[in-house]
T-cell receptor, first 113, second 111 residues
Framework: ETGVTQTPRHLVMGMTNKKSLKCEQH?????MYWYKQSAKKPLELMFV???????ENNSVPSRFSPECPNSSHLFLHLHTLQPEDSALYLC????????????FGDGTRLSIL | GESVGLHLPTLSVQEGDNSIINCAYS??????FIWYKQESGKGPQFIID?????DKRQGQRVTVLLNKTVKHLSLQIAATQPGDSAVYFC??????????FGTGTSLTVIP
């Protein structure tokens, strides 16, 4: 049990579909993150939420839409994705968002057809 | 620009030997560093961290060394075991909230 749970673990969707990724943390943390991990590339930070407010948005296309209803849950809503969006999407959480280790979930493997 | 890299993309070691994984960073303002381990099919797992006011930190079988003069970070694993086989990558944080991650070194432990 990592403390950060992501569902689903695998997702295959067409470019016109709408789906959502879910992340839940059981660590009492107050900051949550979405990362994209592509093969042979460093982790790319997508979004940061601190105390349920978005504090970072790294020029991510609008086809990715995050939502943080409370400090334990984080969603990533997906619509009209492109094949290059196929990747592992990782959620992380931390206690505070400055200089604290981030704890990751096991990710959602997303494949766009 | 930002650069967090690793000297070798792959490393093979005999079981029982010590492993050393290296990481170079380019931002002298970085003040916090983390090593992560990622096994196949899993997310990155925190191993050990170090702040810029330290040059060495030890954990269970792992040691992180920080050389700020040459902007170099290393992870030493003592008595490497088959369960240590994974991708290891470093992350650095400088002013602000964003971490920069390396691409990783794949460690293979030969029984």
């Amino acid at each position: 049990e990592t403390g950060v749970t992501q569902t689903p673990r695998h997702l295959v969707m067409g470019m016109t579909n709408k789906k959502s990724l879910k992340c839940e943390q059981h660590l009492g943390h107050n900051a949550m993150y979405w990362y994209k991990q592509s093969a042979k590339k460093p982790l790319e930070l997508m979004f940061v939420y601190s105390l349920e407010e978005r504090v970072e948005n790294n020029s991510v296309p609008s086809r990715f839409s995050p939502e943080c209803p409370n400090s334990s849950h984080l969603f990533l809503h997906l619509h009209t994705l492109q094949p290059e969006d196929s990747a592992l999407y990782l959620c992380a959480s931390s206690l505070g968002n400055t200089g604290q280790p981030q704890h990751f979930g096991d990710g959602t493997r997303l494949s766009i057809l | 620009g930002e650069s967090v890299g690793l000297h070798l993309p792959t490393l093979s070691v005999q079981e029982g030997d010590n492993s050393i994984i290296n990481c170079a960073y380019s931002n002298s303002a970085s003040d916090y560093f983390i090593w992560y381990k990622q096994e196949s099919g899993k997310g990155p797992q925190f191993i050990i961290d170090i702040r810029s006011n330290m040059d060495k930190r030890q954990g269970q079988r792992v040691t992180v060394l920080l050389n700020k003069t040459v902007k170099h970070l290393s992870l030493q694993i003592a008595a490497t075991q088959p369960g240590d086989s994974a991708v290891y990558f470093c992350a650095e944080k400088h002013t602000g909230n964003q971490f920069y991650f390396g691409t990783g070194t794949s460690l293979t432990v030969i029984p």
